[in-house]
């Protein structure tokens, strides 16, 4: 624990700098000499096991912990003891090759066990050769028609667009579904940076599925990057790919789908269509049970509430989430208001990428400023849900004056918002709410309802409260986030108060529970 400490100490000072790979700090745990794996094996145990209670105890700042984490990959990295032993150092001096037996320079005859027959032999042939050519054996379809991710050829899930020849993906759960009469596909994807989803911290997070099964769950540790689909026959087949991770932290291009089939075709739209809005919890961050090399692995889109509400209804969805966003103010840890953090400013763009802000020499077009046409998805309801982070830096302040000062600024802000969710979408319902990781400011999110409502006459609003996570049943998910058993609760909260509001019928044939 003290080395973790120390750790700590060293690198919070650091934490803000970004990439982490230009951060060097002294490794304590590089002391194994190149091949004594039982050494690597307790060193990562050791690493991972301070990695895992800085996550417990310090998740508010971690970012020092996505660094601790790095510090432990070096142990398998690192083929020499370079911060410990200096006698397994590389030298720049050359080195004897190092032989069991001392070597016997002069010329020594061939040993030969049995004597050598000096008469041309025949080749040993198991089989008659024919020596006609013969055709190549294929045993698989060939791949030979390409397509465009288009509308036309795809259904695009999400907020995602079409430009310059490759679909631009970013959102959480957003991707595309289609159909193939073959047996063989190939999805080729690109990354959009060296700062992005090209980096070693926030590689995209792929899922592909055949048929609704699970056949791919891979990073973009490559660009571009192949994703192969087979089936076991030719025939009708449904393939989907969502990319998992959140948008700020990267986005992908789909450039081109190569199949063995004659055409591709969108699969059928459902009979309704929900919209989320929200922060971290929508975007399922610090659900998953293990942790990872890179940030984005900490977050599954497929364990949101969000992604199991559209699942359950069995309806086309759009999750437009920011961890650490608010209404009035995001939260970074500090109690000070964070505007770069903001959800309403860039609710009517594509998205936003965070290094296109970090590097913005690097950036060739930002995602925010990409205007989004909101009549490519128009939502039957909208669930909003933002607040939490607005709370923990409202929570943070110790001025009690000011504190109320900015509760009645978040009322105001929320209530701006809901206009301008309405003016963006006329028809749509819209259900706000807030509670899994603290039901502090539902009131003034009621009270935003309650004013907009009297002012508009508009009834297609309403608001509810989600109950708080229960960590005692559940467990905790990293970073004080609702973990995968929490998010299935509020799944079914959100579910039965959908039921009763719109009269919308969930698929009771639709498992979303998780084991």
Known sequence: MKSYI???????????????????IDNP???????????????????????????????????????????????????????????????????PTQISEPVNTEPQPTQISEPVNTEPQPTQISEPVNTE??????????????????????????????????????HTDSGIEFKINGKTVTIVVSTDGIYGSSSEENPAHILVYGDDKLILDTYTTENPKEL????????????????????????IYIDEIKTDSNVIT????????????GDSITSAFGSVENLGPCFTSFEDGTKSYAYKVAQKFNVDYSIFSFSSYGIYSG??????????????????????????????????LAMSSVDWDAKEFEPDLIV????????????????????????????????????????????????????????FLYQEIENAVHAYVNETNDLKINAFQLNEQDIEKNGEGFFGHPGILSQVD??????????????????????????
């Not at 142990?75 to 911060?83: A, F, G, K, R």
């Not at 105001?412 to 028809?427: C, E, G, L």
Request: net charge negative; with cysteine; glycine share 4%.
């Open 228 to 251: 192969n689909v087979e089936f076991d026959e030719i025939g009708e087949h449904i393939v989907r790919l969502i990319k998992i991770s959140e948008c700020q932290y990267g986005s």
């Open 266 to 277: 969108p699969t059928s739209p459902k009979d309704k269509k929900i919209e989320f809005i």
């Open 331 to 364: 939260y970074l840890g500090e109690p000070i208001r964070v505007t770069d953090f903001l959800i309403p400013p860039i609710y009517e763009k594509l998205g936003r990428l965070n290094w296109n802000f970090d590097y913005p020499e690097n950036t060739t």
């Open 490 to 515: 509020s799944a079914y909260e959100t579910i039965s108060k959908i039921e009763e509001l719109y009269g919308w019928v969930s698929d009771p044939n639709v498992d979303i529970n998780e084991n």
């Open 384 to 439: 909003i849900n933002l607040g939490t982070n607005d709370a923990f830096y409202i929570n943070s302040l110790s001025d009690e004056n000011l504190r109320a000062t900015e509760q009645i600024n978040f009322t105001n802000a929320y209530k701006d918002f809901i206009t301008q969710v309405r003016s963006v979408h006329p028809n749509s319902e819209i259900l706000c709410t807030i509670g899994s990781m603290g039901q």
């Open 133 to 170: 050519p013969q055709p190549t054996q294929i045993s698989e379809p060939v791949i030979n028609n390409s397509f465009e991710p288009t509308k036309d050829n795809v259904k695009i899930i999400g907020r995602a667009k079409y430009m310059n020849n490759s679909l631009w993906v970013g």
């Open 6 to 24: 120390l750790l700590l100490t060293a690198i919070s000072g650091l934490a803000s700098a970004i990439p982490f790979t230009n951060i060097k």
């Open 29 to 95: 745990y590089l002391v194994c000499k190149k091949f004594d794996i039982n050494c690597k094996i307790e060193q990562s145990k050791l690493c991972y096991d301070e990695v895992f209670d800085c996550f417990k105890t310090n998740y508010q700042q971690f970012m020092n912990c996505i660094m601790l984490s790095n510090l432990c990959n070096e142990i398998w990295l690192n083929n020499n003891n370079s911060n410990n032993n200096n006698n397994d150092k590389p030298t720049s001096e050359p080195q």
